[in-house]
């Protein structure tokens, strides 16, 4: 019988891999389309575009996978936190670019837009797309559902 490898966090591995490999494809046609467009300020737009809408969905992702053996309330405080200060940074980094004119903001917006629903895209499918155990097998020799203890676990 074959298992599939990695444990409860394959899929999430799945879907970040997924994810940086759609952002990549997007930044590449990105620019292009963008240099071709506009000129070097459409390059620019569209490489911060891909970095802030890209960035934003795959820290997530990540910092889903580094918190995936934490205790609930603990993952839950860190990605709230992650997520604030995710926003932060957005919302800095957008208010640092605003006054400046080196990129084509059409550019930044489209490929922004675009990053976030490819990303998100990718990642999911990458998760769908997994083989997942709805058990996890006990290393004691039996297989249960996961946090609940075998007929090999309980004494008589």
């Known amino acids: 019988m074959m298992m599939p490898s990695g444990g409860s966090t394959a899929a999430l591995r799945r879907a970040v891999r997924f994810g940086a490999l759609g952002l990549v494809a997007l930044a590449v046609i990105g620019v292009a389309v963008s240099g071709l467009v506009a000129g070097l300020p459409g390059v620019w737009g569209a490489l911060l575009g891909a970095g802030i809408g890209g960035g934003f969905v795959l820290i997530t ?11 609930p309330l603990t993952a839950a405080a860190v990605l709230l936190g992650s997520w604030l200060l995710k926003m932060a940074v957005a919302l800095i980094a957008l208010g640092l670019l605003s006054p400046l004119d080196f990129y084509s903001r059409t550019s930044l917006a489209i490929v922004m837009v675009g990053a976030l629903i490819l990303v998100l895209g990718s990642e999911t499918w990458g998760v769908l797309g997994s083989k997942m155990l709805y058990v996890e097998p006990n290393t004691r020799g039996g297989a249960g559902v996961a946090g609940e203890p075998s007929s090999s676990d309980t004494k008589e």
């Open 61 to 71: 992702a990540v910092t889903v996978l580094a918190t995936a053996k934490l205790p």
